[in-house]
């Protein structure tokens, strides 16, 4: 039956594709997928980084996601933590979850994102 999520997607602002980019290529290093050209012309932009696929799509009226969030396990939460901190994002830890150390940061737009290690 089900396989695997093959994507999540995130809203943003009309005309927020720079920013997006410069996030999520920028500072996080997901590589940019190019969307089909059936899709270009409803703007946004696609994102990957191994077998994560981040979609961020364009809405007029434009609310972000402050409570629903992916949740993107990492090798070393520590070393993303310094790239937040060095790009001055502002990082909220939370240890409610047994066996893991997470935080979350919003995206330029204010999606809530989780970012998580589990503890062996």
Not at 18 to 37: H, M, Q, S, T, W
Not at 79 to 98: A, G, Y
């Amino acid at each position: 039956m089900f396989k695997k999520i093959d994507h999540v997607q995130l809203s943003a602002p009309v005309g927020s594709e720079k920013e997006a980019i410069r996030f999520y290529n920028g500072i996080l290093g997901f590589d940019i997928v190019k969307k089909p050209r059936s899709l270009e012309k409803r703007g946004g932009a696609w994102f990957r980084y191994d077998d994560i696929h981040l979609h961020i799509g364009v809405e007029e009226g434009f609310s972000p996601a402050k409570k629903a969030h992916p949740a993107i396990e990492v090798e070393s939460l520590k070393e993303i933590e310094n790239v937040f901190k060095d790009h001055h994002i502002t990082i909220q830890h939370d240890d409610n979850l047994p066996s893991a150390k997470r935080f979350y940061v919003n995206d330029p737009f204010g999606n809530r994102l989780e970012f998580l290690e589990w503890e062996s």
